[in-house]
């Protein structure tokens, strides 16, 4: 294996001396232990903190960071030491009323969350140093926890220092669910940290969100439209927060804003085209890449132990020689950080070796991902052997466990293919949740936003539709003999084992059990460049209430307009045409621009 992946700080998006070059980045695995019964946290009444504000410790180049163990916060301390800082992480209650400017980036769920931060006597500290009008960036989670409470998992009582209820998102007006992508705001008074923002789309990530009413209205310093009017971001006196992702792309403008308020003049903010939620083009890289246009990079060790990013055709990703050595197309960090300057709008990294007997042994992937979290700043999704799994020594490890750790080096979302899969088929067997799968474990701390599912199918052709028991469409070319029907049979280890239930019920099935986006492959499509497989991802996207995201088979740009004109997919990913360097992303958001799909540009 590649034992040591380098990373170079500033290989990417720019040139940054100051960068501090200390972190926690061997930080032990945090994960949540949550009660999923407990619909109501208790909420201590707050007493006066007599602790004032000192500068023990702090300089104006230091950041103080509370991390309560949940979720990718390191994409957020890469883009503050990007800028500049170096962070102090809190550690006690005192730390937070100490802080000469505190950022809290709440990743996961609202309930466990909370829970953390009263069990540490956080809570209380946090709306005391907030009261007093300190410095402050919440980030997501970390501004829904500033209001009265949350129906997730609920109710659930906040901090209550914003009035509003936090709710989840309707999807009966055909929205998708989770919101996830890059959308635009609608500014409405004067922020300060948002003047760059007003012609660009900014990154979302969520299920539940507030909604603006004139209790709240003092507050509201931007909104967002998914379905109606939302609450993007907040803002009274020197307190911020944000529901997107200030750490994703132009989002870095916010944070530099925050940390240095004293070096830009005050502005209008600018006008420009983003108006609402663009289409999404991902790229894989195997270790996988990107979404919206998503880059996806398949990532395997090759024959010399080597990490490689690979493609396959139909899943086979051997060169057809006599070697018939695996087919290199690069290095992951590298090609990951290209693309993202390219304009790939998320990366993905598959794992397609997946280390079936020992997944926290992937110390090489693991570093892959903290090197391209440095200098990479859009979402950045990870799979492979995300299950429970017991080591050579009989130390077992949970799914959560797992995900943990990948959440800590760096990924904002985790993928689940063949566990998903054995989950799905106990869930319509017993018709019963055991909140024991990977998929229920996850998404129950981080939120479902933060767990894809990866489907991948093969064709099935049928003479009538009545042959199987599984759903199946009639397709748009016929099969080699002549057969007008097929049902897609999803598989499991690399498309290697057929498995006894279809694309359509894994897809209802997984949604039920916390999936927040699907990743619909195509074997039959893989590498063949013809377009997408039009029948399956219509039958798939019209199913569920999720994102769905397009992969296999994309070989020109005509076939990502052709994929967001014919079916309701949310995203389109792909690999080859991208590392062979046969279609730029560029062109492909040129191209959907002038066919009137937005992008973001």
Same mark, same amino acid.
């Given at each position: ?86 962070? #102090? ?30 069990? #540490? ?347 199987? #028991? ?37 897809? #209802? ?93």
């Amino acid at each position: 294996m590649e034992a040591a992946v380098k990373c170079a700080s500033s290989q990417f998006v720019g040139s940054s001396s100051s960068v501090s070059s200390s972190s926690n980045t061997n930080q032990p695995l945090h994960f949540f232990r949550y009660d999923s019964n407990r619909r109501t946290l208790k909420f201590k009444p707050r007493s006066t903190f007599s602790i004032r504000a000192a500068a023990t410790g702090d300089s104006d180049s230091v950041v103080t960071l509370l991390d309560y163990g949940a979720g990718n916060v390191r994409s957020v301390r890469n883009a503050i030491r990007f800028l500049g800082f170096d962070i #102090k992480d809190v550690q006690t209650p005192e730390d937070i009323l100490n802080a000469k400017r505190l950022v809290f980036p709440g990743v996961g769920a609202f309930a466990a969350a909370m829970d953390v931060l009263n069990q #540490k006597g956080m809570a209380e500290a946090l709306c005391t140093y907030i009261e007093n009008d300190r410095p402050f960036l919440g980030i997501c989670l970390g501004m829904q926890l500033l209001f009265e409470s949350s129906e997730e998992n609920g109710p659930v009582k906040g901090l209550g220092l914003i009035p509003g209820v936090v709710g989840r998102f309707g999807s009966s007006n055909g929205f998708r669910v989770p919101h996830i992508g890059w959308n635009a705001l609608q500014i409405r008074r004067d922020s300060e940290i948002l003047e760059d923002i007003g012609n660009h789309h900014v990154y979302f990530v969520h299920s539940y969100r507030a909604i603006p009413s004139d209790d709240n209205e003092e507050w509201v310093s931007s909104t967002c439209n998914y379905g109606g009017n939302f609450i993007a971001s907040v803002r009274r006196g020197n307190v911020h927060a944000v529901q997107f992702h200030p750490e994703k792309n132009v989002g870095l403008s916010i944070l530099r804003r925050f940390l240095y308020p004293k070096s830009f003049a005050a502005k209008k903010p600018l006008g420009g085209k983003a108006s609402k939620l663009a289409k999404r083009v991902r790229l894989s890289l195997n270790v996988v890449l990107m979404h919206v246009v998503i880059a996806c990079l398949d990532v395997r060790a090759n024959d010399k132990g080597d990490l490689v990013v690979t493609k396959g055709d139909q899943y086979d990703v051997r060169e057809q020689t006599k070697e018939n050595e695996v087919r290199n197309l690069g290095k992951p960090v590298d090609l990951a950080g290209q693309y993202y300057l390219d304009g790939a709008d998320e990366v993905s990294f598959l794992n397609i070796t997946g280390f079936r007997d020992f997944p926290l042994g992937d110390l090489p992937m693991l570093q892959v991902l903290r090197c391209t979290s440095e200098n990479v700043f859009v979402p950045l999704t990870v799979g492979g052997g995300i299950r429970d799994f017991t080591d050579g020594h009989g130390r077992h490890y949970s799914s959560l466990e797992v995900a943990s750790e990948y959440f800590r080096s760096g990924a904002d979302k985790v993928s689940i293919g063949s566990d998903a899969v054995y989950a799905a088929e106990e869930y319509l067997r017993t018709g019963e949740k055991t909140g024991k799968s990977s998929l229920e474990q996850i998404s129950r701390v981080y939120g479902n936003q933060a767990v894809v599912v990866s489907i991948d199918p093969r064709r099935v052709y049928l003479k009538s539709p009545d042959d199987v #028991k599984f759903k199946s469409v009639k397709v748009s070319n016929p099969g080699p003999n002549g057969e007008e029907y097929a049902w897609y049979q999803c598989t499991v280890n690399g498309g290697r084992e057929g498995r006894p239930i279809g694309a359509y019920e894994l897809a #209802k099935a997984v949604e039920e059990l916390g999936a927040g986006e699907i990743l619909l492959n195509c074997i039959d499509c893989d590498g063949q460049g013809k377009g997408f497989d039009i029948d399956l991802i219509k039958l798939i996207s019209d199913a569920v209430t999720i994102p769905v995201i397009a992969s296999s088979g994309a070989g020109s740009v005509e076939h990502f307009s052709e994929v967001f004109a014919e079916t309701n997919a949310s995203a389109a990913l792909a690999a080859g045409i991208f590392h062979r360097k046969e279609v730029p992303i560029q062109s492909v958001k040129e191209h959907l621009l002038k066919e009137g799909i937005e992008v973001r540009i």
